[in-house]
């Protein structure tokens, strides 16, 4: 049938027709390289894209009106190349099409029966929330990928499809309300959508964002799974994200979140990962029961399946990265006897845990070691929203003790949850790793500005309802600089450091004066030209090729020392400054950051007997080799770590504190010691030519410590990024920190969350400013823990026990 076209816009047009259809079951052909979303009769009833040119339907007789809302510009939705080319330059000259105005609509016979297959089978179809494409771009692909997989399942009950991310269902409900209402009937039944690998808002990153940013995606997203589908998922389905901190079992557990679902580190480099299915366990003994499969998408091949056979995994088919799913051939391949689609959560439940391995610590990704650094200033405003968030909470629970009016307190939890979502959405593994394409950049800009507007309203709002909202402390004066021979001096009671006009340090001591440096603050960069994946790697051995950082000149003032540098393209002026009262020397580096494809680092070289380096994880640390034995470790010549690093001997050290720094090494010297460096920027060309580039800030600070313990080093980087205010909870006992101290969703009680950082566990008096009623132990979707133990009230103070290296949230009523 010849379609009319009725409207459009810069993004679709709209075809559509009335035509007497031919009786019987439906066979419905449109040949599109972008997308097209079908309606019947007003009803969404399946799409059309690159691989789905040929969709079936169930009878529909008589006289109908067909339309198709078709994509003027997409990329294919799978097979998506890994960089700049030939390929990627005939993708894009192919993205824009004309629309075909011909729908060829017959009656289909019955399909001949599939082969068996005898390994559980999950229909799939991976949808980055943004990455060649845009947020508004996604929202169409989700609308065309749901209709997708809701036909597959209306006419094949035997078909299961796993579908992770609160996000994309909120943009489906927005989008068109009625086919979420088929989605989510099918969801809370069972009944072939399986949403219980809903968990997160987003498939997140896990390197940038912070500990309780990652809670945070469990929170949101289980809450919205909850609500508006009526599952409680409990798969952290993360296929794709780029690495899994050993911190990531606790965050899950306490969440709620048993299972742990992904295929990347079939992507290593170096060492082949050998546990299909494992128990992955935390410092504080909470275990995920993991899996690792092969991929997480393709066809239903005799090939994958003797692979999942071996495995003992599920098959995950359908095409995805841009959406789209199962094809009808797929499904019909498979013989309508045998029933192997499985929900992955009825999956997981099935395995036996106790005859699997156990595994303890990060499960490190050997590829896309660049994705830690890449667009710093997606980072950087990221960390600074969560810092914000953090303040405007607190503020915000303030208001929650001191009863302020129901109304008010409601109405700051919801612009707090508002501005998470921003934020949750932006810290996706596709968006803050740096590895979209310029329009989503302009887009996560916005989003951030409109989140910090949010925050600040929050801000703004509670503190007018409280009588001391903060404290204003003055900013502790700059020590002046002192010329000494060939250096420059800076000393206070707790730091002496020694530096030469090019902002190096040529000695750093403590209050003992143990010098814990041979060299540090120096800068250096290296040609960064990686084979394939330009934005995400860092390949081995880039350190071979330096590109010059010439010293341009430098100044003292009585606040410190500034000195200046020049690349082949890029200008830099670091400014180096010791405070009275502070126990680090501050660096602040501003750069006009424009060339091409250069690594840009930081390197100190530490001079003490330190084997390895301790680095912050999300709400945890981890110890690495520095003098690798085995092929795994060696990979590690880039690791992600945030807030700090620190090797030390036990007695004298170096930690390196930064606010927004993700990539980092720490090697061994050949003479004793440790080199260790934080990469600062670095400018790929693909899928962003403008990464990095333009007016950048960075800032660390340099630590000499005396055999420091994690909770002083986490307190200390705590007082570096954070202004001063007056805490609702606060604890004597240094190795407990409070992470996080927020309303609860309905805005009734506040939520108050604890680490213990030393690892030991501990008796905890938690006090509080306000008078509280009750106190509920939660885990961090604010589920009662039945048998968490005992929390008391006595006083103003609540009384629990707390595990070594454990988080425990508590409900607190007022």
């Not at 080319?85 to 289909?108: C, K």
């Not at 809370?188 to 940013?213: F, I, K, N, Q, T």
């Not at 990686?530 to 590109?547: L, S």
Request: net charge negative; glycine share 8%.
């Amino acid at each position: 049938m010849r379609l009319e076209r009725r409207d459009g816009d810069d993004a679709t047009v709209t075809l559509a027709a009335r035509a007497t259809l031919p009786e019987g079951p439906l066979r419905l052909c449109y040949r599109t390289r972008t997308g097209a979303l079908l309606r019947v009769d007003g009803a969404v009833r399946g799409a059309f894209d690159g691989k789905h040119e040929a969709i079936d339907l169930p009878p529909l007789e008589g006289e109908r009106e067909l339309s198709l809302r078709v994509e003027r510009r997409s990329l294919p939705i799978s097979a998506l190349p890994a960089g700049d080319g030939v390929r990627w330059r005939w993708m894009l000259a192919r993205a824009e099409q004309t629309p075909d105005d011909h729908l060829e609509v017959e009656q289909r016979n019955g399909a001949s029966d599939g082969a068996a297959v005898d390994v559980p089978l999950i229909g799939h179809a991976h949808l980055d929330v943004a990455w060649l494409w845009t947020y508004d771009e996604t929202k169409r692909k989700a609308l065309r990928t749901f209709a997708t997989a809701l036909r597959e399942m209306e006419l094949d009950d035997r078909y299961v499809f796993a579908q992770s991310m609160p996000q994309l269902y909120a943009w489906v409900r927005a989008g068109d309300p009625a086919l979420f209402e088929r989605v989510r009937e099918r969801a809370a039944s069972a009944r072939g959508w399986d949403a219980s690998v809903a968990s997160m808002w987003v498939e997140s990153d896990l390197h940038a964002p912070s500990g309780e940013s990652i809670l945070r995606q469990f929170a949101l997203g289980i809450a919205w799974t909850r609500e508006h589908l009526g599952r409680d998922p409990s798969v952290a389905w993360l296929p794709d994200t780029f690495g899994f901190p050993s911190t990531f079992p606790t965050l899950a557990v306490h969440a709620g979140i048993p299972y742990f679902f992904s295929t990347k580190l079939a992507w290593n480099e170096a060492t082949r990962w050998p546990h299909p299915q494992f128990r992955w366990t935390g410092d504080d003994g909470s275990t995920l029961l993991a899996a690792m499969a092969l991929s997480y998408g393709g066809d239903i091949t005799a090939e994958r399946e003797t692979q999942a056979r071996a495995r003992n995994e599920p098959l995950i088919h359908g095409y995805g990265d841009g959406g789209g799913g199962a094809t009808d051939e797929q499904l019909a391949s498979v013989a309508r006897a045998s029933r192997p689609w499985t929900h992955a959560d009825t999956w997981f439940a099935a395995l036996d845990a106790r005859a699997l391995p156990e595994v303890r610590g990060e499960l490190y990704l050997e590829t896309h070691r660049g994705t830690y650094t890449t667009h710093h200033d997606v980072k950087e405003r990221n960390a600074a929203l969560e810092r914000e968030l953090a303040h405007a909470e607190e503020l915000a629970a303030w208001c929650v003790a001191v009863r302020a009016p129901r109304t008010v307190r409601r109405a700051l939890a919801d612009d707090l949850r508002a501005a998470w979502e921003i934020v949750l959405r932006a810290q996706f593994h596709d968006v803050i790793t740096g590895t979209a394409i310029p329009p989503v950049y302009a887009d996560v800009a916005e989003e951030h500005a409109r989140a910090a507007a949010i925050v600040a309203r929050v801000r703004e709002s509670a503190a007018s309802l409280l009588p001391r909202s903060d404290v204003r402390a003055a900013a502790a004066a700059a020590v002046r600089p002192q010329r000494d021979g060939e250096t420059w001096l800076l000393r206070n009671e707790y730091v002496q450091a020694r530096l030469r006009d090019d902002g190096t340090v040529v000695e750093l001591a403590g209050a003992d004066g143990v010098n814990v440096v041979a060299l540090a603050n120096g800068l250096a960069a290296y040609e960064d030209k990686p084979k394939r994946y330009d934005a995400w790697n860092v390949d081995d051995g880039y350190w071979r090729k330096q590109v010059p950082v010439k010293p341009d000149g430098g100044s003292a003032d009585e606040s410190g020392i500034e000195a200046r540098f020049a690349l082949p393209k890029s200008k830099l002026a670091m400014r180096i400054a010791l405070h009275e009262d502070e126990p680090w020397l501050r660096v602040e580096i501003a750069a006009a950051w424009h060339d091409d494809r250069v690594l840009l680092r930081a390197e100190h070289r530490v001079a003490v007997a330190a084997r390895d380096v301790r680095y912050g994880q999300p709400h945890g640390t981890l110890v690495r080799n520095a003098y690798p034995q085995t092929d795994a470790e060696r990979a590690k010549f880039e690791v992600p770590a945030q807030r700090w690093a620190h090797a030390s001997d036990g007695a004298h050290g170096l930690a390196v504190f930064s606010p927004d720094c993700y990539g980092w090494n720490g090697t061994g010297l050949d003479g004793g010691g440790v080199r260790l460096g934080t990469s600062l920027l670095r400018s790929p060309r693909w899928p962003d030519p403008g990464a990095d580039r333009g007016e950048q800030r960075i800032a660390y600070a340099l630590v000499p410590t005396a055999g420091a313990a994690i909770s002083a080093l986490e307190h200390a980087w705590l007082a570096y990024v954070e202004d001063a205010r007056v805490r609702l909870f606060t604890c004597d006992d240094p190795a407990v920190v409070v992470v996080a101290t927020y309303p609860s969703r309905d805005g009734e009680a506040v939520v108050v969350r604890v680490r213990e950082l030393d690892g030991a566990a501990r008796a905890v008096a938690l006090r509080c400013g306000g008078r509280m009623r009750t106190a509920t132990a939660i885990d961090a979707a604010e589920r009662p823990l039945p048998n968490a133990g005992e929390a008391r009230i006595v006083e103003e103070a609540l009384h629990f026990e707390l595990g070594a290296f454990a988080l425990r949230s508590f409900l607190i009523a007022f």
